[in-house]
């Protein structure tokens, strides 16, 4: 702890939080973004853990908790949407969902 | 160069990698496997911060519950596999990935600039006590009562709510 | 009554009104005829009640202003709608309403079966409100006011006919080319009025004239201002360049050519350059050149109107003429000459205009004089009236043009030299030699009316049985002639009256001290010298009216052989020397052609459509483009909120 700079874990966390983004960003499998996202959570918790370490305060990780709650909540519900939508449109392709388009 | 720096480099590289790698492979189970090395060596990383509980949770819900759902309904759906991935739309594309790198550059930037190690001098025992599952426990039962009672609410919507969303209709 | 000099405005207006609205309803002509003429007949009264009073004043105070009401208040113009009751607008109020008055009870005979009746009393009482406007306003806004009026008048009056033929067009287009050619000279005296804003930073009369007289400006300043002003005055007073308009406005009524471009209208250019004598008086370059233009413009005129045939077209002609001898007079500093020549020129030419509307009349129509002819006998009273007009104008002494015209002559010997006075009086030769010609053809000698070639089928249809005119018509005349006789004598000049000196002349003279005492005063001539130059244009003028009634009456072979002999020159003079074709080809064709190749098919089309339809069409092509973004993908949505992050944070960074 004290010989490896705080630093370094955040641009490791930062890197992936940009990589998770780049991916939402191109993929076009609604999964595939889905677990980019998970991706973006998971660099947020790592921020967190590390400033709770480096500060000695478990605040921190009580919150990686709670946003672990809230990432599997959200997985569940946004996979089953997911199925929704493919037994209507037989196709998770984000580019051939776009009813929304006018 | 001690055990911890070496440690953190491997680690850190693991993760880094196997992000990429997530991105960029056309079979989306791939990509689900990928993902679940990443989780692993973030497992490691809150391990090297004294993180245990958070390292413990991490691998049973995220590598152990999330991706095992996410590749269930991978399989469920059983979607093709996806064109090369600079098929069509690059122009967009590439401005995204651009994008994305400057804002990582600018992050990094900002981190530098903000140098929190220069005014935090971190403490061992405090680190190590601040891990353990009894403070964690200690302020989630005291100080965040009512957020630990609501998460528990929020997880009966979802599962409420994952099970009327995906079930079939009434005949 | 000074005080209600604003009904001499008023009555008319309302008498505008009455008979504009509900005319047509009112089928007795006797009533409209009544309101109009009443309307100018009070106003009459009004002022003459105002000039005794004004009489009766001591010099110093008659010069009043009645104010009406503050009409602009811009910034730090103020210009009030106020009459100036003094000698000059007095004297002006009194011609423009007494003889418009007559013209009025005439014009109840001679329109008498119009269909137009009421709108031509409307018309008559507008023009009279507008020119009373003009001569009482006591600053050159509400000159302008009722310069523009009478302008506006004169379009519709000569356009009253409106569906009639003249000569090569109609007489509409006579009416527009009046109100065109007016336009032009207007134009200028807008210049002028600016610039005397500028100058002197008012244009209230008494304000800027006194200014002009004490103010150190340069003459280059008075200069240009006058020069502007003179320009707008030949315009409405058909000056050279600008008198193109007169003739062709005979198409209208002949009672409006005796009221407007007689008696009242085209004199307003005089009244103003009189008025404004301070600032002619600075300029002393642009005094010669008005007493030029009036100059050339009398002969030109004058040799115009030896050869024509329409009896109103000699008349008009001749109005141009003696408009000439007004502006001489005016342009050698004699400023009361100018007036005193305008109202007697008043008198004789409303009765000349009158006149020839009664033969015409008479004639049913028929307006060429080589179609008249022995008219004597069938009509005295006209015969008379129009005898005695044509001894004033031609100067012969005794009657009201003699003394006008010799003071003009005798200012402009003064102060001019010897060849002013030399075409002055050339000029009046030719006047008295063509006025008796008129007289003769038409009143003399052997009937030519029935059927010479006329112009119809067989010549018998035309069988005319000339009578004499009604007494409507009749009795202005004899007012008229009886003025025309004694108007002159309160302008008998020192020489005879002695002690009493110039009566009219004094009159006026408090408004001109200050222009007169610019001026280099007039050199010291004898009194020998006067009555020398009197005797010799008395002989010339009789001499010509001798040779005229000798060439017209007893011999009119002469003419003949004489206009062949001279057919080139006959030409000349009786195409009025190409000025029309030289306008219409220098200028009108150009304005037209230039508006309608390059004004209308380019500039308005390509350039100024072309700019609203191109806004247009910017904005469609650019929202087509913008539209783009709203693929309904909400990657692309995305991708622009990264874009924006990213941005969010280059300005944090950059603001640290």
Redesign the interface.
Same mark, same amino acid.
């Given at each position: 702890m004290s010989s490896i700079p705080m630093e370094y874990y955040l641009i490791l966390s930062a890197f992936m939080f940009c990589v998770g983004?780049a991916g939402?960003?191109i993929r076009r499998n609604a999964i595939v973004v889905f677990m980019c996202i998970e991706l973006m959570l998971n660099s947020a918790n790592l921020t967190l853990v590390t400033f709770s370490s480096y500060l000695g305060n478990s605040i921190g990780q009580v919150f990686v908790f709670f946003v672990m709650t809230v990432a599997a909540a959200e997985a569940a519900v946004g996979l089953a949407i997911i199925i929704a939508i493919f037994r209507n449109k037989k196709t998770v392709n984000?580019?051939e969902i776009?009813?929304?388009?006018? | 160069m001690n055990i911890q720096l070496i440690l953190f480099i491997v680690l850190a590289s693991v993760a880094a990698t196997s992000s990429v790698v997530m991105i960029t492979r056309k079979n989306a189970v791939i990509s689900a496997v990928f993902l679940v090395l990443n989780f692993f060596a973030l497992a490691g990383l809150y391990l090297l911060l004294n993180a245990q509980f958070i390292a413990v949770v991490q691998v049973i819900v995220y590598a152990g519950a999330i991706m095992v759902l996410f590749l269930f309904v991978l399989m469920l759906l059983n979607t093709e596999t996806e064109h090369k991935l600079f098929a069509d739309k690059r122009a967009?594309k590439v401005?995204?990935i651009l994008?994305?790198a400057?804002?990582f550059v600018?992050?990094a930037?900002?981190i530098f600039?903000g140098s929190p190690s220069r005014t935090l001098t971190p403490d061992e025992a405090a680190s190590v006590k601040a891990g353990t599952i009894q403070a964690i426990g200690q302020q989630l039962y005291t100080n965040y009562i009512i957020p630990f009672e609501v998460a528990g609410f929020l997880l009966l919507a979802a599962t409420i709510g994952a099970l009327v969303l995906a079930k079939k209709k009434f005949e | 009554m000074i005080n209600l000099i604003y009904l001499t405005t008023l009555l008319p207006l309302l008498g505008f009104l009455i008979n504009g609205l509900f005319g047509r309803k009112i089928k007795n002509e006797k009533i409209v005829g009544i309101i109009g003429s009443a309307t100018i007949g009070l106003s009459f009264l009004v002022v003459l009640g105002a000039f005794i009073q004004t009489v009766g004043l001591p010099i110093e105070s008659r010069s009043n202003t009645v104010e009406l009401f503050s009409w602009l208040n811009v910034g730090g113009l103020q210009i009030k709608f106020a009459y100036l009751v003094d000698q000059l607008s007095l004297t002006m109020s009194l011609i423009v309403t007494g003889v418009g008055f007559l013209i009025h009870v005439y014009s109840i005979g001679y329109m008498h079966g119009d269909k137009g009746f009421w709108r031509f009393f409307a018309y008559l009482n507008l023009f009279i409100f507008a020119m009373m406007n003009l001569v009482l306003g006591d600053n050159f806004v509400v000159l302008f006011l009722g310069w523009e009026g009478v302008g506006l008048c004169s379009y519709l009056l000569i356009g009253f006919w409106y569906d009639r033929k003249f000569e090569k067009g109609t007489t509409s287009q006579a009416a527009k080319k009046a109100f065109v050619v007016n336009r032009i000279g207007d134009f200028g005296f807008l210049l002028g009025m600016f610039l005397i804003y500028m100058t002197f930073d008012s244009l209230n009369f008494k304000e800027v004239f006194t200014r002009a007289a004490s103010f150190p400006i340069a003459e280059s300043t008075f200069g240009l201002i006058a020069l502007f002003l003179f320009i707008g005055a030949t315009g409405k007073s058909a000056q050279i360049p600008l008198f193109v308009w007169l003739p062709d406005a005979m198409a209208g009524p002949t009672p409006v050519s005796a009221l407007i471009h007689a008696a009242t209208m085209v004199t307003a250019g005089v009244y103003m350059v009189s008025r404004a004598s301070i600032i002619f008086a600075s300029a002393p370059a642009i005094m010669t050149v008005v007493a030029v233009i009036g100059l050339l413009t009398a002969l030109m005129a004058a040799s115009i109107g030896l050869v024509q045939n329409d009896i109103k077209k000699v008349l008009a002609y001749s109005t141009v003429s003696q408009l000439g001898y007004m502006f001489l007079a005016a342009g050698v500093g004699a400023f009361s000459a100018s007036i005193f020549h305008l109202m007697t020129h008043a008198f004789f030419k409303a009765l000349l205009f009158l006149g020839a509307g009664s033969v015409i009349h008479g004639m049913h129509d028929e307006q060429n004089i080589q179609k008249y002819g022995g008219l004597k006998k069938y009509m005295p009273k006209t015969y008379l009236t129009f005898f005695i007009a044509t001894l004033a104008i031609s100067g012969v002494p005794g009657l009201s043009g003699f003394f006008s015209k010799d003071e003009i002559l005798w200012s402009a010997y003064a102060n001019g030299g010897f060849v002013f006075w030399l075409i002055g009086a050339i000029t009046a030769m030719l006047t008295a030699f063509y006025m008796f010609r008129l007289v003769s053809l038409t009143f003399y000698g052997k009937e030519r009316f029935s059927a010479r070639g006329g112009s119809g089928t067989d010549g018998d249809h035309h069988h005319v049985h000339p009578h004499e005119s009604p007494a409507l018509m009749t009795i202005p005349l004899i007012i008229l002639a009886f003025l025309s006789v004694v108007g002159g004598y309160v302008g008998i000049p020192k020489i005879f009256s002695g002690e009493h000196g110039n009566l009219f002349e004094g009159w006026l003279e408090p408004i001109y001290a200050p222009a007169l005492a610019k001026l280099e005063s007039f050199g010291s001539h004898t009194h020998f010298e006067e009555i020398l130059l009197m005797a010799l244009s008395v002989a010339a003028a009789l001499s010509a009216i001798y040779f005229a009634l000798h060439v017209y009456r007893k011999n009119p072979q002469i003419a003949e052989n004489v206009s062949n002999k001279f057919k080139g020159l006959y030409n000349l003079l009786l195409n009025k020397y190409f000025v029309d074709e030289v306008y219409e080809a220098a200028v009108v064709q150009p304005v037209q052609k230039g508006s309608e190749k390059f004004l209308w098919k380019i500039f308005d089309v390509k350039f100024i459509d072309g700019m609203v339809n191109g806004v247009a069409s910017l904005v469609e092509k650019s929202s087509g483009v913008v539209r783009k973004i709203?693929?309904? %993908?909400?990657?692309?949505y995305? %991708?622009v909120m990264?874009?924006g992050?990213?941005l969010v +944070? +280059?300005w +944090?960074?950059l603001s +640290?």
């Open positions: 983004v939402v960003l984000i580019d776009n009813i929304f388009k006018w | 967009i401005f995204a994008i994305s400057f804002v600018q992050v930037y900002l600039h | 709203q693929t309904g %993908v909400a990657q692309s995305a %991708v990264m874009a992050i990213a +944070l +280059l +944090l960074i +640290l």
